[in-house]
């Protein structure tokens, strides 16, 4: 018998992660009047799957991540046959192209959710995939949990940060866009040397900030700075990867930021790809200044108006830095990015979830699932979540306990201190 619920499959690994991939997960079921039964494929199968049907099944932007996808054989057959609407949601879609093709072909996806540009998602998916049905969405949007966070924003007086930020360094695959986010850091860095204000910034793993903790953080920062979410080069086809493994072959020995100084540059902004990031949210609905580099955002906010906009090249950050100093023009924007954008329907999770209720209505998805059947679905699916859970931890341990290593055209894996195996040519 199908289950009146609809089927939700993310991944997400046991070990603390940013909180917008959860808060994204959680908002179907907060905010739909349907009912989500949302299963974790980083903790395997779960048994009861097998034989279970759902009115629809919906895959979160988590699995598609990182190849190979987070959806192993088992899952992948039963996405695949199932006979039902399936509703592929995606994100960092700038990589691994090919293959997302190929897995919304193999699985029969139904709808996408693309960050593109309609026209744009139109062009990208039409040609290479058979779904018809392309919707835009944002990375994420305000939620309820956010609004409690609020209770962690210092008054302005009592923040003891001017300028906090973290960011993560990307690769050189993804474009002078990718480089952006460690580059604002660096310059700002260099530019407020001697300017009296006091800096918090981060880039690497190590000083990632998670949970509340995170919200602490920008709680206590009179500003943060930012980019426009994405890349600016999108490597659709594997043609970028392709030119940079011709270029590797062909120039032996060539160090990589040289190879990627002559191959990419053709393929810088083909498609655009910039949006933007929940993290912008999130300081506006604490109240802490943004300063952005100049971009669309989507048009969410506007410059001046919302954020403090900084060029790229750095030509008007003493302006920037004077408009930091005029408290009268910052509580002005801080209050008008909270009015306009925080308090408004229009970018809460509510809002975009009403439009994926309206797409479920009209592939005949009906919204007939009682909370107790709901429950008595993600029970079942649970009964052995225990065996999976301990099973991905002894994965984790193990695998933390191995490693490579690397010597001079080979690489060894080496557990306990013993070597298991030796890999030859060391692959990259």
Request: charged share 25%; glycine share 8%.
């Amino acid at each position: 018998m199908r289950n009146k619920s609809i089927l939700l499959l993310y991944a997400h690994p046991l070990r603390s992660n940013a909180p917008t991939i959860m808060e994204h997960v959680s908002s179907f079921d907060a905010y739909s009047q349907f009912r989500f039964v949302p299963v974790n494929t980083s903790l395997g199968f779960p048994l009861r799957l097998r034989n279970a049907e759902f009115q629809a099944i919906l895959l979160h932007y988590s699995l598609f991540g990182s190849y190979p996808f987070q959806l192993n054989d088992r899952f992948r057959r039963y996405v695949k046959e199932a006979d039902c609407p399936k509703i592929a949601f995606f994100q960092d879609e700038h990589q691994h192209g090919v293959e997302r093709m190929a897995a919304v072909n193999d699985l029969g996806i139904s709808v996408i959710y693309s960050l593109l540009d309609p026209p744009v998602a139109r062009d990208v998916y039409g040609p290479r995939t058979s779904v018809k049905n392309i919707q835009f969405t944002l990375t994420g949007f305000v939620s309820d949990d956010l609004m409690r966070k609020i209770q962690f924003a210092k008054p302005p007086s009592e923040r003891t940060i001017d300028v906090g930020y973290r960011g993560r360094v990307l690769s050189r695959l993804y474009g002078r866009g990718g480089q952006e986010k460690t580059e604002i850091a660096r310059r700002f860095k260099e530019a407020a040397e001697g300017k009296g204000f006091v800096l918090d910034f981060g880039t690497t793993e190590s000083a990632r900030i998670y949970g509340d903790d995170w919200y602490r953080f920008v709680g206590d920062c009179r500003f943060t700075i930012g980019v426009e979410a994405g890349v600016s080069i999108f490597d659709l086809d594997g043609e970028v990867s392709a030119a940079v493994a011709a270029a590797r072959r062909a120039m032996p020995g060539t160090p990589m930021e040289e190879i990627y100084e002559r191959v990419l540059p053709p393929f810088e902004n083909k498609i655009k790809y910039r949006t933007i990031s929940p993290r912008i949210f999130e300081a506006l609905a604490m109240r802490t200044g943004l300063i952005l580099y100049e971009g669309d955002y989507q048009g969410v906010i506007r410059p001046w108006d919302h954020y403090l906009p900084l060029k790229k090249d750095f030509s008007n950050v003493d302006e920037i830095m004077d408009r930091m100093r005029d408290t009268t023009f910052v509580d002005q924007m801080l209050a008008r990015g909270y009015d306009e954008i925080i308090k408004s329907d229009r970018f809460h999770y509510r809002t975009a979830i009403r439009g994926l209720d309206r797409e479920l209505l009209s592939l005949g998805v009906r919204p007939d699932a009682t909370p107790s059947e709901a429950a008595e679905a993600r029970n079942a699916l649970a009964s052995d979540e225990w065996l999976r859970r301990a099973a991905f931890r002894t994965r984790e341990q193990v695998h933390g306990l191995m490693h490579w290593h690397d010597f001079p055209g080979r690489r060894y894996l080496v557990a306990g201190g013993r070597r298991l195996g030796v890999i030859s040519p060391r692959p990259e």
